[in-house]
């Protein structure tokens, strides 16, 4: 089996970390290491770390334990007549001591006579539900001008028969008979110091403080539904390939009256078959004649705003970049579009026509140049050239 990591090594976060900060860095790892987004090995059982990271970092119950214990926080027993495991790695005994990985003996001593009620009692506190990740494809040029389209996704509702109290409509729940809303129990224990009371989670109502005598008969108790959830989108224009969106308050439920959480869409675009974007910046190769590039012209060039006249000055050379303002792409965080660069590039004609090959070698000829190729053509045309004069 392999060893557990450090959660907050995992990602990448201090142990001073807010939880904003731990959902940043959550969201962004979690992105990154998707299966479906990332298909190199070990990407997989990189994401399932990261979501075990975070499942232990974003539970106030479970970060207070961890905080505490470290991973033996979460197991039973003890081993060998003394504690092990606490802390980061640390374990057992050191120098006749106990080496509890930074945590004072206070805290491990108050644990056991009833201690940690305050993360136990967050349980029945108000918690915001899960965010949820939508994948969306846009075209090239959706992700250019924006659009708004309906989505539908599912996800965890609050019961719209109980209103999420899991209680059958025209009941409430209850105070917990057992614990009395605390959520906790006092139990005793046989440990290396000897009997205590220490606690743990109500096995009545869970951790809730409350008892439902009758249940829903559309969730059963829950508190949640199951959902097709339609919602209208408008995309800004100027989004990129993997920008996200957020959408405050459309992910799942929460849990004892707290708000939903949030949609987060990730969008994909297409590449475009004409042009290349970054950013606000559009490129385009536009290919020339040699006769344009020397003589110059007036052309027409696509831009996704439509077709433009631009021109070409004679002398042209082959990668001279031209720069059309403000037909690139409008600018996701600003004012106004950026630009797009015009690289021209001059095509080498093939299979001429005898007309065409005499009027090069013309060319040439007044040029003072001696092309190599076709010398029995050449000399010919020559020598014709010298019986006119």
Not at 81 to 88: A, D, E, L, M, P
Not at 107 to 118: A, E, H, K, L, R
Request: hydrophobic content about 25%; proline content about 4%; aromatic content about 10%.
């Amino acid at each position: 089996m392999a060893e557990q990591r450090d959660p907050y090594e995992v990602l990448g976060v201090s142990k001073d970390a807010s939880a904003d900060e731990i959902k940043r860095a959550y969201r962004k790892l979690s992105k990154k290491y998707h299966p479906d987004l990332n298909k190199e090995p070990g990407a997989e059982a990189k994401f399932k770390e990261i979501n075990e990271a975070y499942e232990t970092l974003s539970d106030p119950q479970k970060k207070a334990q961890y905080d505490q214990y470290g991973f033996a926080g979460n197991q039973q027993g003890f081993g060998g007549g003394g504690f092990s495991g606490f802390g980061n790695g640390g374990s057992g005994f050191g120098n006749g001591g106990f080496d509890f990985g930074g945590s004072g003996f206070e805290d491990i001593f108050s644990s056991f006579f009833g201690g940690g009620g305050q993360s136990r009692q967050s349980r029945t506190a108000p918690r915001q539900g899960r965010d949820l990740q939508y994948e969306m494809n846009l075209t090239f040029e959706e992700a250019i001008f924006g659009k708004k389209t309906n989505i539908e996704y599912s996800r965890e509702a609050l019961c719209k028969t109980c209103h999420g109290s899991g209680a059958k409509a025209g009941t409430s729940p209850v105070t917990c008979h057992k614990c009395g809303g605390r959520g906790f129990i006092q139990v005793q224990r046989q440990t290396p110091l000897g009997r205590m009371m220490t606690q743990q989670e109500c096995d009545v109502c869970h951790g809730t403080g409350k008892e439902i005598k009758e249940k829903c008969t559309t969730c059963y108790g829950s508190g949640h539904v199951r959902e097709k959830h339609e919602v209208q989108v408008t995309i800004p224009a100027g989004v990129e390939d993997g920008n996200q969106m957020r959408l405050q308050g459309q992910g799942e439920a929460g849990t004892n009256g707290g708000p939903y959480g949030d949609l987060f869409i990730v969008f994909h675009v297409s590449p475009s078959d004409k042009f290349e974007r970054d950013g606000a910046e559009i490129y385009y190769t536009l290919p020339i004649s040699f006769v344009q590039a020397a003589l110059g012209d007036s052309v027409k060039v696509p831009t996704v705003h439509g077709d433009v006249e631009m021109k070409i000055p004679a002398g042209t050379q082959t990668g001279t970049t031209f720069r059309l303002r403000e037909k690139g792409a409008p600018r996701l965080r600003g004012n106004g579009n950026g630009d797009q660069k015009v690289t021209v590039t001059i095509v080498t004609p093939k299979n001429l026509t005898k007309a065409q090959k005499e009027a090069l070698k013309a060319f040439a000829d007044v040029s003072g140049e001696d092309p190599a190729g076709d010398d029995s053509f050449f000399e010919k045309w020559r020598k014709k050239q010298r019986k006119k004069h």
